[in-house]
């Protein structure tokens, strides 16, 4: 079965693994054999309990609390590791607990654990969330080609910080690219077909 197109990617801290979200589906890739785990993709009610969503927009491991946000619309969830399900209250408003985050619609988050700050992409835009003011500060949204050195892409479909190699990953259509926090740029060689890839995706 497709996983592609992809919709988001996390990077699951409970059990160290890639998740991979495509339509009502998810895959487990597994960063030690650098492929799909067998029997996926899955269906997203298997694994994310009391969601109310058929598909999800984004996905966020937040390192704040560990714990992951699901995103669809306007609308998020939050998931509980220890209990395997979604945490009762849900969903909400992105307002409601990402305060200043100037988009009605999220493409893609990430948790960027060089800075500790959340970054979130909407259409060729981003903004950046600051968990220790809780709000995204003055100044946003900004053009993806203005903060992301490299990336021609015009969205964002899934961005992901790979613990593998801390390098971050950021998906668009059949393509993806690896951004460099150290250099603060795309490393040369990207764009890649994400199917040839990451084996298991296609």
Do not use: H
């Not at 160290?16 to 890739?29: A, E, L």
């Not at 053009?143 to 990336?151: F, L, S, T, Y």
């Not at 740029?185 to 298991?200: D, F, I, L, M, N």
Request: glycine share 8%; charged share 25%.
């Amino acid at each position: 079965m497709s996983m592609l197109p992809l919709r988001a990617a996390l990077r699951y801290e409970a059990d160290g693994k890639v998740y991979f979200f495509s339509q009502d589906q998810y895959t487990i890739y597994d960063p030690e054999t650098q492929m799909c785990e067998a029997g996926y993709p899955k269906k997203l009610a298997e694994k994310w309990k009391g969601l109310p969503f058929k598909t999800v927009d984004a996905a966020l491991w937040y390192n704040k609390n560990g714990k992951v946000y699901l995103f669809r619309g306007d609308e998020y969830v939050r998931f509980n590791p220890s209990t395997e399900a979604v945490d009762e209250g849900y969903p909400r408003k992105i307002q409601s607990e990402w305060m200043g985050v100037p988009f009605r619609k999220i493409d893609a988050a990430l948790w960027y654990q060089k800075n500790n700050q959340v970054y979130f992409f909407s259409g060729n835009q981003y903004a950046r969330f600051d968990p220790e003011l809780e709000r995204v500060p003055d100044g946003y949204p900004i053009p993806i080609k203005d903060g992301w050195e490299g990336v021609t892409f015009n969205s964002i479909d899934a961005a992901l910080w790979y613990d593998a190699n801390g390098q971050v990953y950021l998906f668009s259509g059949p393509l993806y690219v690896r951004f460099n926090p150290d250099t603060n740029k795309v490393e040369k060689g990207y764009p890649r077909t994400t199917a040839r890839s990451w084996r298991g995706l296609q």
